[in-house]
């Protein structure tokens, strides 16, 4: 079962109330494809970079099942940069830079050996891109997992509002879901939401957890309480990678898989805003995975006897 992941290799500068960091790397495909290595080994990448980006963590992907044979490297041109200011909760951050760079003139070439694919992942880039992936593929994939961002609201409606009109699920932060249906309550914008394409939403609610919407059910998992958040940055990538990979490890897509779906990606967040950028998910043993994954179950499990 191949996972496709198309999204940015990138750039970002990061500042958070405890530090800055210089150019690292980042990139919504970059969180994706380590967090979904901890639970399938088959993953292949779309995406571009310039030949500014570093060798070494192309090679640190690839050490993570990331096929790469579908990331274009463009010579003498600078890849997508991304720089952001968190503010002191945390939870919301201020753009301060948007680069594209080689990803504004970028055309998708989805190689023949990855189109066999049953999953894939649609990370945040522009939608026109992601529109031309799905085009390239001869039999739908099993499952289409889309996710975005207020910067593509805001220059591509129009074009965001076709995507979506072909996804199966949509994972969005509350604050994008506002913005996507006009609505400020979270359930009268799932359903708005719900009707414009997709089966499924997932309203990511940064240290307040998740929300996942069918139009007939919800179900929502908290953040886990941490002792240490340093850097939110790729924290919804990271979620989205956990999710779709087990999904794509145990092939089974109904909802009640999603639930437990939504723990890993949970827990893979929740690795991720411990360091800044991707360090705390680069090598990772399935110990400490597990381990993560039972303290979820130990927070949110309890029993009540009624009547
Ligand atoms: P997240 O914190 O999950 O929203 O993801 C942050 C990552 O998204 C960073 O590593 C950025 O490089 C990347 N990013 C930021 N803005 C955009 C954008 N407009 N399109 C695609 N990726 C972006």
Redesign the pocket.
Known sequence: MSLLVVG?V?F?AIETPFGKTDKII???AT?IGLAASYFTKNINLVSVVGDDFPQASIDMLKKHHVNVDGLQIKKGEKS?F?SGRYHNDMNTRD?LT?ELNVLGTFDPVVPESYKDCDFLMLG??MPVVQQKVMAQLPKRPKLIVLDT?N??MDSSMDELMKTLAQVDVLTINDSEARQLSGEYSLVKAAQKILAMGPKYLIIKKGEHGALLFNKEQVFFAPALPLEDVFD??????TFAGGFIGHLAATKDISFDNMKRAIIFGSAMASFCVEKFGVERLVGLTQAEVEERVQEFIDLVQFEIELG
């Open positions: 940015t990138a970002d980042g990139g919504a969180y997508f991304w753009t948007t945040n880039l961002m910067f593509w939110p940055t790729g924290a919804g990538d």
